[in-house]
């Protein structure tokens, strides 16, 4: 044959000598189909023409994988058998000619007998070896003087039951074709014969060919497959994964973008809502316009808690980190989480004795808590029970899944409930910003959403069990704390008051009306503001020389970010004070900034007079205007 890295099935096919083709053919389809014989062992032989338009026979083997009841690979070896054929057919004519005189011996038949690299054997109808040929020296290593003994005795017990039937239909004047049986070499190892054996007058002639090297190939290639299959598997895992970590970045981008948006819309209408208040208290309007105010506040409020929700999952919020018993805030929160779950819901705890403290944001935390049990509670219609609970964790497997956690050792918070658990569709979305199955206006599929952004930016991960009809487990994993541990701390402080001058307060923020809104709320503290909207417009302001003691600056600003201003403004005027205002803020810019010095939108005039308070040193100058 023409030598061919590749070759395709037609054109393998159209090789097959035209006498052999139609039954070639019909013997590989079989081996398609489940359950035929075929497709458990295929083998056959079949001649083909070569280019040069020889005949050569070819032996072919192999075995069908299937998946989901369709054949994906026929995994097998072909091997040139002429040689071991035209052996074969020499075979046959001499039991041909033995037929009419077995002690006539010819010539041709000595030397295939004597050069022959097939086993040739005779032997009696009771399973004794009445001849062998010089190959069973070269390929089983025993010597002619084993003439007499019982073939059956080098037979591999588990394939003894076999031989024992195949000699029994030769006894009944029936041949057996291509049988494979392990026979014991004479060093104790064992190696496959495949055989082929016809009966005449109390005695059966056999040839065996010695197909261990082939057996070994073709299951050398089916573990090789089988590797294949589980890197392809692992592979399609790993590519869904990153698809959903690609996802769930793309969501969390969203979130965060239209955070910093509505908080800074949220700042203008609690800030305007704060001087109506004021405004309408003073002037002694009716309480029924007060009461409408108050209505408008907490739909602002609810709507702050919203984004702050959204920047959890985004992992865009500023955590305060402390070490934390876990044990001691469940315990603390019995009485809220009873009246908040209602008589309907059993609360249970189970709580590590020697639990390891975590390191964490107690106020966040708590949060995680409520927004899991209020979850619970809404999964159990009829009522139930729920449980918490919390345990030392070392995790070892890699995770399976973007909300996992890595292998690390970790401080779990466990909340089950009693409820109608979740699907796996529901499952695969339930981390999901704004993704709920409850009905309209019942729930903003937030809750998971800021568990996950929670526990990833913790430094920690989140695992779910859970099965329809059979409740939910959601596992929460939060970094265990050093004995070393760094947390940052807040300290409460009041704005110095200004008995003679002011304070003059550098203001910038490119949204016009949170720009007059926070200027008005700085006016009411006794500041005196200068507001710009744009980094480059501050710089030239700083470079001119213009008395300043602190800058309030917005963080996210097209042209030049907060940041970018801090590192210029530190150049102009060092060791001026900078408060950065954000609705949404990159971490990794932010990471050197205190707590002290940022400032989230929406905020009211008390807690801008605070963060004033811990960023201007004590007895800083008042600037006159």
């Known amino acids: 044959l023409t030598p061919e890295p590749e070759i395709a099935l037609d054109r393998a096919l159209s090789l097959i000598h035209p006498e052999d083709r139609d039954r070639a053919v019909a013997r590989m389809e079989r081996a398609f189909v489940p359950g035929t014989p075929e497709s458990e062992t295929y083998q056959d032989e079949f001649r083909v023409l070569t280019a040069q338009g020889e005949e050569r026979w070819l032996s072919s083997r192999g075995q069908a994988r299937f998946a989901n009841g369709q054949c994906t690979l026929l995994v097998g070896v072909m091997r040139d ?126 040839v065996g060919r010695d197909t261990t090297a082939e057996r070994s190939a073709l299951i050398a290639l089916g573990e090789r497959n089988r590797e294949l299959a589980a890197e392809i598997e692992e592979r399609e895992r790993v590519e869904e994964a990153l698809r959903q970590m690609q996802r769930l970045e793309a969501v969390g981008q969203l979130t965060s973008g239209v955070a910093h948006d509505f908080n800074n819309l949220l700042t203008v209408i609690l800030g305007n809502v704060g001087f109506i208040e004021r405004a309408v208290k003073e002037g002694g309007l009716p309480p029924r316009t007060l009461e409408r105010l108050g209505h408008m506040r907490a739909a602002a409020e609810r709507g702050a808690k919203l984004t702050a929700q959204m920047l959890a999952f985004s992992r865009r919020q500023k955590l305060a980190p402390k070490r934390v018993n876990l044990n001691e805030t469940v315990n603390g929160m019995q009485q809220l989480l009873q009246s908040t779950l209602a ?225 210029a403004a530190e150049h102009l005027r060092p060791g001026l004070p900078l408060i950065f205002m954000t609705g949404y803020a990159d971490l990794t810019a932010l990471r050197h900034v205190g707590g002290e010095r940022i400032i989230r939108k929406p905020f009211n005039d008390a807690e801008l007079a605070r963060k004033i308070g811990l960023a201007l040193p004590k007895g800083s100058p008042r600037v006159p205007r």
């Open 343 to 567: 008589g309907a819901v059993r609360i249970e705890t189970a709580l590590h004795a020697n639990l390891w403290p975590a390191l964490v944001d107690p106020t966040q935390i708590e949060l995680i808590i409520l927004n899991l049990a209020i979850n619970a509670r809404d999964a159990m219609e009829v009522g139930g029970t729920l449980t918490i609970s919390t345990s030392n964790a070392h995790v070892r497997t890699m995770p399976m899944r973007p909300e996992e956690p890595v292998p690390g050792r970790y401080v779990m918070l466990g909340v089950s409930d009693t409820g109608a658990g979740m699907s796996p569709e529901v499952l695969a979305k339930a981390f999901e910003p704004f993704f709920t199955t409850k009905e309209i206006g019942k729930g903003s599929g937030l809750g998971l959403a800021q568990v996950y952004g929670f526990a990833k930016q913790s430094g920690g991960g989140v695992r779910i069990e859970t099965k329809p009809g059979h409740g939910t487990v959601v596992e929460v994993y939060l970094p265990r704390a050093n004995a070393d541990a760094q947390v940052e701390e807040e300290t409460d402080a009041l704005m110095p008051q200004a008995t003679s001058g002011s304070y003059t307060i550098l203001l910038i923020d490119d949204d016009p009306d949170v720009r007059e809104i926070a200027g008005a709320m700085l006016e009411d503290l006794g500041c005196t503001v200068i507001g710009v909207g744009s980094g480059g417009a501050a710089l030239d302001l700083l470079a001119s020389g213009e008395p300043i003691s602190l800058i309030l600056s917005d963080y996210a600003m097209p042209g030049m970010n907060g940041a970018e201003v801090e590192r």
């Open 81 to 206: 058998v002429t040689d071991e054929h035209h052996a074969r057919d020499g075979w046959r004519r001499l039991a041909e000619e033995l037929e009419a005189k077995v002690a006539q011996r010819t010539v041709e038949r000595d030397r295939i007998w004597r050069l022959s690299p097939d086993l040739f054997a005779a032997v009696g109808f009771d399973g004794r070896l009445l001849g062998v040929n010089p190959a069973w020296e070269a390929t089983l290593g025993y010597e002619r003087s084993m003439v007499g003994a019982l073939l059956l005795d080098l037979v591999h017990p588990d394939e003894r039951a076999g031989a024992v039937r195949a000699l029994e239909r030769l006894q009944t004047g029936q041949a057996v074709e291509r049988f494979e049986k392990r026979l014991r070499h004479n060093d104790g190892s064992w190696r496959w014969i495949s055989w082929t054996a016809a009966p005449d007058e109390g005695v059966f002639y056999a």
